[in-house]
C-alpha cells in the first residue's frame, strides 16, 4: 500500500472514530445534566414540603378509635373525646357495659403531631417503598435519629458545602449543591437552611422539649446547634443513570444505525478504490 493511501486510509478512520466518540460524549453530557436536573426536581419537592409544613409548625395525623393503628413515628399525641361519657369513660370516671364502653372508645380521636423533618422523612419512606427511581434523604453532619445518619458521600458533601459561602436558597450555585458519579449512580446533595422553626428541636440540648429527652428514638447523640438562616444539613438525592450506549441505541432506529454504519464503510471505500487507468 502506497503512503499516501496509508496517510487518507488513517485520516479517514480518525474522522469516523472522532465521529463516534464525540457522539457518545455528548450523550453522556446529556444524560448527566438530565440526572442533575432531575436530582434538582426531587430536592425541590422535598424542600418545599418542609417548607409548607413548618408554615403549621408541623402537621397532624388523625385517628379514630382507642384501637386504631398508630400512624408512623410522632413526636406528641392528644387525645379527645366528642362527650362528656366519652371523656368520663377515658379517665376512668365511668364504667358501664362491655358493648356501651366500646362504643364510646370507638368515638374517641386522637392527634399524632409530625414536625417538619418527620413529614419530609416520610415522604422519603413512601418512594422508596414504592419503588421509585429517584431517592431521597435529609441528613446532617449530627443527627437526633441514628437512622438519618449521613454516609460516606453526605459527610463529604456536608463538608464542602458547610465551608462554602451562604447561599440564597433557589439559587443553583456551588456554594449550594454538589455531586458525583458513583457506580452508575448519580449522588447529589443540597444545602439545607435552617429554619425558625427547626430551633424549637435543633437549638441547645438543654432547651429540647421534653418529649424528644423521653423518646429514645432521638437520642442519637447530636441534631443540635442550628441557627436560623444558616446551613444545617443536606437533601441527599440518589438517581441510578442509564450508560450512555443504551440511550444511543434507544435513541437511533436501527435503519440510522445501519446508514451511518454504511457512510463509515463508504468513507473508508473511497480511500482505497481507484478507478482502472483507460488504454
Not at 368520663?88 to 362491655?98: D, M, S, T, V
Not at 453532619?141 to 451562604?166: G, Q, S, Y
Not at 443553583?172 to 457506580?183: H, L, S
Amino acid at each position: 500500500m502506497h503512503t499516501p493511501t496509508i496517510i487518507r486510509a488513517s485520516m479517514a478512520a480518525s474522522s469516523v472514530v472522532a465521529v463516534g466518540l464525540g457522539l457518545w460524549w455528548s450523550v453522556d453530557g446529556m444524560v448527566h445534566n438530565q440526572a442533575i436536573n432531575e436530582a434538582r426536581t426531587v430536592a425541590d419537592m422535598a424542600e418545599n414540603v418542609g417548607i409548607w409544613a413548618s408554615q403549621y409548625k408541623g402537621v397532624y395525623a388523625r385517628t379514630q378509635g382507642a384501637n386504631a393503628k398508630i400512624p408512623g413515628t410522632f413526636l406528641t399525641r392528644s387525645v379527645y373525646a366528642g362527650s362528656k361519657e366519652e371523656g368520663q369513660l377515658l379517665q376512668g370516671a365511668k364504667a358501664g357495659e362491655r358493648e356501651s364502653e366500646r362504643d364510646l372508645l370507638d368515638n374517641i380521636e386522637t392527634y399524632h403531631w409530625k414536625n417538619p423533618a418527620l413529614v419530609q422523612r416520610e415522604l422519603a419512606d413512601v418512594m422508596q417503598a414504592s419503588g421509585s427511581r429517584a431517592q431521597f434523604k435529609l441528613t446532617a453532619r449530627t443527627v437526633l435519629n441514628r437512622n438519618n445518619a449521613p454516609d460516606t458521600f453526605e459527610a463529604k458533601a456536608i463538608e464542602a458545602l458547610n465551608n462554602a459561602p451562604e447561599a440564597k436558597r433557589g439559587v443553583f450555585t456551588p456554594e449550594r449543591e454538589y455531586w458525583q458519579i458513583d457506580m452508575g449512580r448519580l449522588r447529589y446533595a443540597r444545602a439545607v437552611t435552617a429554619q425558625d422553626s427547626c430551633l424549637k428541636c435543633h437549638d441547645t440540648p438543654e432547651k429540647a422539649p421534653d418529649y424528644l429527652k423521653a423518646n429514645p428514638q432521638f437520642a442519637g447523640g447530636g441534631g443540635f446547634g442550628y441557627k436560623a438562616g444558616h446551613t444545617a444539613g443536606v437533601i441527599s438525592v440518589t438517581l441510578p443513570l442509564p450508560r450512555s450506549e443504551d440511550v444511543i441505541g434507544n435513541a437511533l432506529p436501527w435503519r440510522t444505525t445501519a446508514m451511518l454504519a454504511l457512510g463509515a464503510l463508504a468513507a473508508l471505500g473511497a480511500v482505497f478504490w481507484r478507478p482502472k487507468a483507460e488504454d
